[in-house]
């Protein structure tokens, strides 16, 4: 059993469309305070291991805005919950330039950890410093290829495998039911991401881009 572990029933139910034994664990690992996604979900899946001893998944998300460089980035679920989404909304709209269009992109980090050592990664690379990179900097072309990355070297535990993923949008006045967190104010080829279907939202998500990543290495483990 594949335990994924978070309170957001909205991101488990995203990975249903790629796992068929994955279950919610609600376990209360510390989010560390950095800047990083990598640093948070993989300190996050070894303390989770280490609690419930099953293999798990800890996915950390965030919202990078170009115009606020890069904010709220690793810090999404602290303003959504202080300042909620609309104020995030009107503040990329106040600081965006007559040139800029709302730039922005989600990003998410799962951070797989069984306790096993893996095999060696044929590319092995550290997308550490992608993650906590500025929207700004971003290339979606290249993003959206992202490869998997260990990150077996780290002394604090044991080896835990990264899977990435980067949607691009643009932050508009909040549309649509669907979804949850962020995806109101997130568009994607004219469409919000609370406008789309789980299955559409996955199709095109940052999310559904690092499950479908972790989907096919598990599948083959
Ligand atoms: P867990 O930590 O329990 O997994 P969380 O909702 O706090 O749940 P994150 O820290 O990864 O998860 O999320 C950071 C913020 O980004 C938080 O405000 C979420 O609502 C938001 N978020 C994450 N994924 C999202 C998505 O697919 N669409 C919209 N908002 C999202
Ligand atoms: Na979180």
């Known amino acids: 059993m594949l335990r994924y572990v978070t309170t957001n029933e909205g991101k488990v139910a995203e990975a249903r469309e790629y796992l068929d034994d994955v279950s919610a664990l609600d376990f209360d690992y510390t989010e560390i305070q950095s800047d990083s996604l990598v640093d948070i979900a993989a300190r996050g899946a070894r303390e989770a291991h280490a609690h419930a001893d099953e293999p798990v998944i800890v996915d950390d998300a965030g919202l990078f805005v170009d ?25 990329a709209e106040r600081e965006r330039g007559n040139e800029e269009d709302g730039r922005a992109a989600f ?80 568009e994607h080829d004219g469409t919000t991401m609370a406008e789309m279907s789980t299955v559409e939202k996955n199709a095109i998500s940052h999310r559904g881009r690092a499950l479908a990543k972790f989907g096919e290495w598990y599948h083959e483990r």
């Open 67 to 91: 115009s606020l460089g890069g904010f709220p980035g690793p810090y999404s679920a602290y303003v959504e919950d202080t300042v909620g989404i609309e104020a995030v909304g009107r503040l």
């Open 107 to 186: 990003r998410c980090v799962i951070a797989y950890c069984d306790g096993e050592e893996f095999a060696a990664s044929p590319d092995p690379v550290d997308r550490g410093d992608r993650v906590t990179a500025a929207a700004t900097d971003l290339d979606e072309d290249e993003e959206s290829g992202d490869e998997d990355a260990d990150d077996g070297s780290s002394p604090s535990g044991p080896p835990v495998k990264l899977f990435e993923g980067v949607v691009r949008g643009r932050i508009v006045e909040p549309r649509g039911d669907g979804g949850f967190g962020y995806d109101p104010i997130f």
